[in-house]
């Protein structure tokens, strides 16, 4: 008998090469795309980031541009007269500039560069001349806060903030001797070692009728009228005056008359180049004048 194979024939599952091979490139090709997709979006990601920081790049060139434009427009703008006032208030307060260095400040908006050179000339020597200040058989024009006296110590001060006696002294000795020697340091320094200045670091009135000796000088005080006060310039008799409240002073301050034409005054005042540059009328000023001294040479 023929015997029969029973085994059950079944399809086969495995695929054919072609198959596979179609298989592999399509994932391949999925791959491909997918990689080409994130690429893609890397690169488009790297581009706006890159058009991002140069755009903030830009931005902030701009603004670097825009702030030296500005910082330059600020440093050619000329610095105003209270705009340098209040810098050198600052700077004086900040560095512990002495008080009665600073209130300089306050009464007289001339003295401030002498309050800002404080640090840096307060220790230096002190003038030994007057120099060019003295014109020939004139009476030179001082100012007490001159940086070539102003910081040397009168009392417990300094010249600058409490000389104006010594100052207006100097004046006169320098001029009547027409010696430029003769300067506001050295006159100060005499009234302090004769003890012509008080606690309070003003200036005794008896220095105006006793410290002019010293120079060779005679003093003669009292009030003067108009008419003595014209009669003394004319002759060449400067004439230092002690004033009270008012064109000159708020408390107290020493001035020196120089001349006078047609019942006008000038005026000689240490502590101001605007005051000595006016001419004033002296029946506006007269009663603001406390006590007089005339001087004249020996």
Same mark, same amino acid.
Not at 124 to 148: C, F, H, M, N, V
């Given at each position: 008998?023929?015997?029969?194979?029973?085994?059950?024939?079944?399809?086969?599952?495995?695929?054919?090469?072609?198959?596979?091979?179609?298989?592999?490139?399509?994932?391949?090709?999925?791959?491909?795309?997918?990689?080409?997709?994130?690429?893609?979006?890397?690169?488009?990601?790297?581009?706006?980031?890159?058009?991002?920081?140069?755009?903030?790049?830009?931005?902030?060139?701009?603004?670097?541009?825009?702030?030296?434009?500005?910082?330059?427009?600020?440093?050619?703008?000329?610095?105003?007269?209270?705009?340098?006032?209040?810098?050198?208030?600052?700077?004086?307060?900040?560095?512990?500039?002495?008080?009665?260095?600073?209130?300089?400040?306050?009464?007289?908006?001339?003295?401030?560069?002498?309050?800002?050179?404080?640090?840096?000339?307060?220790?230096?020597?002190?003038?030994?001349?007057?120099?060019?200040?003295?014109?020939?058989?004139?009476?030179?024009?001082?100012?007490?806060?001159?940086?070539?006296?102003?910081?040397?110590?009168? &009392?417990?001060?300094?010249?600058?903030? %409490?000389?104006? @006696?010594?100052?207006?002294?100097?004046? =006169? !000795?320098?001029? $009547?001797? +027409?010696?430029?020697?003769?300067?506001?340091?050295?006159?100060?320094?005499?009234?302090?070692?004769?003890?012509?200045?008080?606690?309070?670091?003003?200036?005794?009135?008896?220095?105006?009728?006793?410290? &002019?000796?010293?120079?060779?000088?005679? %003093?003669?005080? @009292?009030?003067?009228?108009?008419?003595? =006060? !014209?009669?003394? $310039?004319? +002759?060449?008799?400067?004439?230092?005056?002690?004033?009270?409240?008012?064109?000159?002073?708020?408390?107290?301050?020493?001035?020196?008359?120089?001349?006078?034409?047609?019942?006008?005054?000038?005026?000689?005042?240490?502590?101001?180049?605007?005051? %000595?540059?006016?001419?004033?009328?002296?029946?506006?000023?007269?009663?603001?004048?406390?006590?007089?001294?005339?001087?004249?040479?020996?």
């Amino acid at each position: 008998m023929k015997e029969t194979n029973n085994v059950e024939q079944r399809p086969s599952t495995s695929l054919s090469k072609g198959a596979r091979r179609n298989q592999i490139l399509r994932r391949i090709t999925v791959v491909g795309v997918i990689a080409a997709v994130i690429t893609a979006a890397f690169a488009g990601y790297c581009l706006h980031r890159e058009r991002v920081e140069e755009k903030q790049k830009a931005e902030e060139l701009r603004k670097e541009k825009q702030d030296k434009k500005e910082a330059a427009k600020v440093k050619s703008k000329p610095e105003t007269a209270e705009q340098k006032l209040e810098r050198i208030r600052k700077q004086a307060t900040e560095h512990g500039y002495p008080k009665n260095v600073i209130e300089l400040l306050d009464k007289n908006v001339e003295t401030v560069d002498f309050v800002a050179d404080y640090e840096k000339k307060k220790d230096k020597p002190y003038a030994d001349t007057i120099g060019k200040d003295l014109s020939q058989g004139g009476i030179p024009e001082l100012l007490q806060w001159d940086e070539r006296w102003g910081y040397a110590p009168y &009392g417990t001060s300094i010249v600058a903030a %409490s000389g104006c @006696g010594p100052t207006c002294m100097a004046m =006169v !000795a320098a001029g $009547l001797n +027409q010696d430029a020697s003769i300067t506001p340091a050295k006159v100060a320094a005499y009234g302090t070692e004769h003890g012509y200045v008080d606690e309070e670091n003003n200036t005794y009135w008896r220095f105006m009728d006793e410290a &002019g000796a010293n120079w060779k000088l005679n %003093s003669t005080a @009292g009030l003067l009228s108009e008419e003595q =006060v !014209a009669l003394e $310039l004319s +002759q060449g008799h400067p004439i230092i005056c002690s004033v009270g409240p008012g064109d000159f002073t708020k408390i107290g301050h020493f001035i020196v008359l120089t001349g006078y034409e047609n019942g006008n005054v000038k005026v000689n005042d240490p502590f101001s180049i605007k005051n %000595s540059k006016a001419t004033w009328v002296f029946a506006n000023i007269k009663d603001q004048i406390k006590a007089m001294w005339v001087f004249s040479k020996k």
